[in-house]
């Protein structure tokens, strides 16, 4: 979509006004005082948008952006513009690419270049390999893709990415003309279209009352909110989808800036080194890039004045869930740059500021400052932050090119190498049905080569002998990925100097395979196997019937009823991961949304056999917000008249299924003979941050005796856990309403006499050994099922699936 002009030779000059502190009004951030010329005819933002990026008070909508941008690659000869797929809601997917005219004129020829860097063994035998690579260095240009507005509450990302592109495309400095030249820009404007439009309708609907600045009361992604950016190895969502399959495996970036927004109260301003630990397959040459090139940026913004600014704390580089590039040859720069209330400035007094993990912004230290000392903060602030961040990270792609296409070239060499023995060979899946599918479907999605067939020399004591396999060699360019996911997590046990256990950012295990429960087996010498044409599974239905099925659907949005209702409605689809919205129509809904109001009127049993109560904070499903925090019909959770609805419902033979937390809601609020043992411990004394445990099933009892599609479930389980409840049946207490606890099953529990930690980091095992993970609580006619984990976690846990699907079923 690119529409050459010819440039006409007038300069048009403009003056920015940009403080140290980076408040101002500029359209976009070049030096302070500098005048830039321009070229005529290139439209800026607010020639399209009716305001500045970054004005107080003032977003886009998703429509105002796809017009800048189609505007832009309209008038610009360096601007091309396309739609890559649509998004959960049905909008437009776009990327912009930004370079030289002449370089867009040979992306092909680019492409190709990339190609063959990452996986070297297309050059040819070992010995010519350094040669043709240094060749294509030559000739190569460093790939740079920039992701905006993946979390959409954080505005200033998507809106500077408008305020970037101008820059780029009518800019002839120096400086402009050598990125254009040296790089290839990918610039996607939001990695969450549909969330654009949810914030600004929010914010433009409060806008002057006193809910402006709020987070609106709906996930910003509409199934899995936040959960967006926890996406990149699992790879559940048409958005992440489109991202891998359209941009970083067709253009294998060397380098990706992802621009995030923190909160009000801590640095101004967040880039790497990433703080410990680092996950361990992640290549020696991707830490030592992000390391040089986070270091750049942050000396270079504090040479230029900008205050509040912090390395190596905060964010670590563990999860593959937020860094597909670090597994695919490429550095990922996450900067997070301090929040206002959306788009409505804040006044932070100096002490508000709040210490982070690894540093205090009230201090300077060797990796923080200098001091910011408060003051107002601005939307402009953001985006200066950000423009200023991106421009230098462009110059450091653009001025070091031939060292970041030849550090690409190095990971792809040392990934393809062959192994030498005594090293793992590769990783052998043993077939496992359905999820085992699916896992090679992953594994394929991010470039990973599987053999399929029957091993015919697998050890006797190895199990899965006979059976068909699946064989990653981990001599390819990818194999780190696949070991990332398919081995177990040993996350260190770091302790501050007080013993405290230092929390890491997000969870400590993403073992695709204990989730999906299907055996993998290490590989240290040659698999001799039979190759075999084998149909693939899909994911077949686990619960089919027409649904008399509802999730509680807070009013303050809950990241797991989204996920709940994404595992829903992709049940029995026969593509995995395919979106339920593209072929909605074909059947009646598989759930109903459970609103507030509606449980408080009762008689919910004249309409649903089962309700589903997902992970949430029990004093916010019962009190929801507080009277004054969001307009009258947002407030007061279910309050006292929905537990009496709900009670009735269970005592009239209805199904209450209460996933993780929520298990303590019903706890308290029903008075059952069940208590949390691990409720009341400290950290210290009991610490399980997002790990998979090993549990126990009674295979006897309905809920764990398998699907249709498992007939037979294992004895041995897992659980994913992270601020899960872990329970104890208690003797019956005082109290009329109170359930006798005979009238409770336990289903599954850990083991007594092993430590249940299978992946990930647990610290006080004891405490749990023995007791209960899911129970099942009978009061009237109906039950109870009390989860003490998240069966249906990220739409990975398919090991758990049959035991949630039973649940809901009435089994």
């Known amino acids: 979509m690119r529409t050459r002009i010819v440039p006409l030779l007038l300069t048009v000059t403009f003056l920015f006004n940009l403080s140290p502190l980076g408040r101002g009004n500029a359209h976009s951030v070049f030096t302070p005082g500098y005048a830039a010329p321009q070229l005529a005819g290139i439209p800026a933002p607010e020639d399209v948008l009716g305001f500045v990026p970054g004005d107080d008070r003032k977003l886009a909508s998703w429509n105002q952006v796809l017009a800048y941008f189609a505007a832009l690659a309209k008038a610009s000869d360096r601007v091309d513009f396309e739609t890559l797929g649509k998004s959960t809601m049905d909008k437009p997917f776009v990327m912009a690419t930004i370079s030289a005219p002449e370089n867009l004129a040979r992306l092909s020829e680019y492409r190709r270049v990339q190609e063959l860097l990452a996986d070297p063994r297309k050059l040819g035998p070992p010995g010519v390999r350094d040669r043709k690579a240094a060749e294509l260095i030559k000739r190569g240009k460093t790939i740079v893709l920039i992701t905006c507005g993946i979390h959409s509450t954080e505005v200033g990302s998507y809106l500077s990415s408008m305020l970037i592109a101008h820059r780029l495309a009518s800019s002839n400095e120096p400086e402009i003309q050598s990125i254009l030249r040296n790089t290839i820009i990918l610039l996607v404007p939001s990695l969450n279209p549909d969330g654009v439009d949810i914030v600004k309708n929010w914010y433009d609907k409060t806008l002057g009352t006193p809910y402006e600045g709020t987070d609106p009361p709906e996930l910003y992604h509409k199934y899995t909110g936040h959960d967006n950016n926890r996406d990149w190895y699992a790879l559940t969502q048409v958005e992440t989808q489109i991202t891998v399959d359209k941009i970083h495996n067709v253009w294998h970036p060397q380098i990706v800036h992802d621009i ?63 860094a597909y590039s670090h597994y695919h040859g490429g550095v990922r720069i996450l900067s997070e740059t301090a929040s206002c209330k959306i788009a409505t400035p804040i006044t932070v007094k100096f002490e508000q500021l709040r210490k982070g993990e690894g540093y205090d912004p009230r201090k300077e230290s060797a990796n923080f400052g200098p001091v910011w000392r408060g003051g107002e903060w601005h939307l402009r602030d953001i985006t200066n932050y950000m423009t200023t961040a991106a421009f230098l990270l462009l110059r450091h792609a653009s001025e070091n090119r031939d060292e970041w296409l030849s550090r690409f070239y190095e990971i792809g060499k040392e990934a393809v190498r062959p192994r030498k023995k005594g090293e793992l060979q590769g990783l052998d899946i043993v077939n496992g049905g359905a999820n085992g599918s699916l896992l090679r479907h992953i594994l394929g999605r991010g470039g990973v080569f599987a053999v399929f067939g029957e091993p015919l020399n697998v050890p006797k004591q190895q199990s899965g002998r006979g059976s068909l396999h699946s064989y990653v060699p981990i001599a390819q360019p990818y194999g780190a990925f696949a070991k990332a996911l398919l081995e177990a997590q040993h996350y260190p046990d770091l302790r501050d100097s007080t013993s405290q256990p230092i929390v890491p950012y997000d969870v ?119 009277a004054g925090a969001m307009p009258r019909e947002y407030t007061g959770g279910l309050g006292q008249a929905g537990m009496k609805a709900l009670r009735e419902f269970v005592e009239q033979g209805g199904t209450l299924v209460c996933l993780n937390r929520a298990s303590n809601f019903a706890i308290k609020q029903f008075n059952l003979p069940v208590r949390d043992v691990v409720a009341d411990l400290s950290q210290k004394e009991f610490f399980v941050p997002g790990s998979i445990l090993r549990i126990e099933l009674d295979t006897s009892h309905p809920l764990a005796r398998g699907t249709t599609l498992a007939p037979r479930m294992s004895k041995e389980s897992i659980a994913w856990v992270e601020d899960s409840p872990v329970f104890e049946i208690i003797s019956t207490g005082s109290g009329s309403d109170r359930v006798d606890a005979s009238n409770v099953h336990v289903i599954a529990r850990y083991p007594p006499d092993k430590n249940p930690l299978l992946s990930g980091w647990l610290l006080g095992e004891s405490r749990i050994r023995g007791k209960a993970a899911l129970v099942e609580v009978t009061m009237g006619k109906g039950h109870i099922i009390l989860f003490g984990f998240r069966p249906q976690y990220r739409g990975q846990s398919l090991a758990t699936y049959p035991l949630f699907f039973n649940a809901i079923s009435g089994k």
């Open 508 to 626: 400590t295990a993403h073992s695709l395979s204990f989730l999906m429960g299907v055996e993998v087996l290490p590989v240290y010498g040659p698999l001799k196997y039979k190759k075999v044409l084998i149909e693939e599974e899909s994911e077949l239905p686990y619960y089919g019937k027409e649904s008399r099925v509802a999730i509680y659907k807070s009013h303050v949005p809950s990241i797991d009823e989204g996920w709940t209702r994404w595992v829903l409605q992709q049940n029995g689809r026969t593509s995995p991961w395919t979106n339920m919205d593209q072929v909605v129509g074909t059947r009646k809904p598989p759930f109903f949304s459970l609103l507030d109001a509606e449980v408080r009127a009762g008689k919910l049993i004249n309409k649903y056999e089962s309700i589903i109560i997902p992970d949430q904070i029990p004093a916010t499903i019962l009190n929801g917000y507080k």
């Open 260 to 322: 995030h927004q923190q909160g009000e109260y801590g640095s101004r301003l967040f880039l790497p080194p990433y703080m410990q630990p680092v996950e361990p397959n992640v290549p020696k040459q991707i830490v030592a890039g992000y390391t040089q090139l986070g270091n750049f940026m942050a000396r270079e913004m504090r040479e230029q004045g900008f205050k509040g600014i912090t390395t190596n704390s905060t964010y670590d580089a563990w999860s593959p869930a937020r």
